[in-house]
């Protein structure tokens, strides 16, 4: 059993509450200053209580908090038991991902709370008579349900914003229905919706190629697969020819020759052109030679300074060497040319004689378009039939996952039929319930396995469904039976926590409290903390109510005397 035994913080920064089997209210109560009794602080009470049983902090409203009211320091502590052992759990918004647990006296420090909380799930469950069992968060999320989830539904417990997918787990676990087949076939509804995606996009990639439904492509990749098989006998009828195959080869040779001469006249006409273009009047003439010679006459000395006449002389015996080297070169490019392109004449034409033959008979033109064409639709055959494969290889997977999840939801079917009496025992529960606070057995509760994605129907009826007030009143005889119902305590923790969820018409509320009040004793076994505005039980509802209120008040919150002793604005989501 999971019982809270104090909620203090070290240094002092709130009262400290302490709680007790059985009943537990958190008042939310006028004051002189005002007869508002919301906005006091019995939420952020409740979720200091979750935050040291390690709830994930960004989804925790303590992460709101700034820092200047209330120190990222602080000790939140939790005293509270797991059967009989005591534990008390020390965690600090600043080191929110250390906390410390004290368990029988010894202290354990944590490097991250997924250790910390492996370790509250086995102490837990050590007793557990089955092997597979929820984690301890996922446990206690129909246990201490946020305020925000409204209350709309028994199986969705967190905020409504934060649109977590429902978990049957822990409302399988506690009607004694095995978890196994639901976890595998919750596994499983993830690979066939990978399998579904993929299978989709390929089909579209097959209904865009084909430009119809999947269910013709098997007869496009037939007619595809024939069409290909034809053209290749056509292009071997034609490959075969023995004439064909000598003049094939020599055309063959003949223009890996002509490709040879090709680029050797390229190279050549690169160099011939490098030549022309050193060729002309590109070198200093003799009037830039006698300006710069008189430019450094004056500056030379007698000894070294030589005649004009001797200097242009020298000039133009290095032009006429140039020139002479220059010709000689070109003159022999020149010829090579034209030895090339007589060459090059000689086997084009050879070649194009060889090649008459079929181009007479059309031989070369049809081959080359059977050549085409049957690259072109091989080259769809290939794609599409890969695509076919693909997409069947696929459809055959999801089958398979599908026919693994049919037989888990089997397996789930058969748990419940197997847990029948228990279910019985709880419907029971509530019944009694409903007939006490509303006056009637216009009621029931079914849980049933479905093919659907949801894998599991948990549903239960009341009278007047629908409405906001009976929608909670809902989820207060649900959560309520399952503490109450001796089949499904076996295996409950003990804790039921309910923050607001009274937010029903007067008679309901009334009526609810009695029902608590009448079965007080039943829960000295377990742990029901409920918040409650004093506000909503008129003075002349207090003479129906059967509820001691003050007995069983643990905190009372009021506008003076707020939970933190201050006001505050919650921080925004970073």
Known sequence: MLRINKLYSMPESFEPVSFYSGINLILGEKDDTSNKTNGVGKTLLIEFINFCLLKEFKS?????????????????????????????????????????????????????????????SNLTFKNSKVFLHPSF??????????????????????????????????????????ISPYKEAKILQREIDDLSTTKNKIKKDIEFLTGSKISSAKAEVNDLKSKVEHIKKAMDALDSDSSYEMIKDEVAELESS?????????ILKLELSRINSLVGDVYINDEEVIEVYNKFKVGLGDAIKKELDDVISFKKKIDHFQHTLLNTRKETLLSELRKISDKLYTVNKLCKEKASVFEQAGGFKSLKILIMTYQKKLEEY???????????????????????????????????????????????????????????????????????????????RIDDDGSHSNEREKVFFYDLALLLTEETFERHPGLLIHD????????????????LAEKSSCLNDAQYILTLNSDKISEIDKRELKLDINFFKRASLTKTSRFLGRRYQEKSRS
């Open 258 to 266: 002509l490709e040879e001469l090709r680029n050797k006249r390229t």
């Open 382 to 460: 290939s794609q599409l039939s890969s695509l076919i494969k693909k997409f069947e290889e696929f459809d055959s997977k999801w089958k398979l996952k599908k026919s693994e999840r049919s037989s888990m939801i089997i397996s789930l079917d058969l748990s419940i039929m197997d847990n029948e009496t228990t279910i019985e025992s709880f419907e029971e529960t509530i019944l009694s319930m409903h007939e006490y606070v509303f006056g009637n057995r216009k009621c029931s509760f079914e849980i049933k396995a479905t093919e659907k994605k949801e894998i599991i129907s948990m549903d239960l």
């Open 137 to 178: 968060r996922t446990m206690l999320g129909p246990l201490i349900r946020d305020e925000r989830s409204e209350f709309k539904s028994i199986v969705e417990c967190f905020d409504t914003k934060l649109h977590i997918p429902a978990d049957y787990t822990p409302h399988l676990y506690l009607l004694g229905i095995d």
């Open 60 to 120: 925790s409203r303590v992460s709101k908090i700034p820092h200047s009211d209330f120190s990222k320091d602080i000790l939140i502590c939790l005293d509270f038991n797991i059967g009989d052992i005591n534990i008390i759990s020390q965690r600090s918004i600043g080191k929110h991902n250390e906390p410390t647990l004290i368990i029988n006296g010894k202290t354990i420090e944590f490097s991250g709370v997924d250790d910390a909380l492996s370790h509250l």
């Open 500 to 515: 607001n969820i009274f937010d029903v018409d007067q008679d309901t509320l009334i009526k609810s409290l009695n029902y």
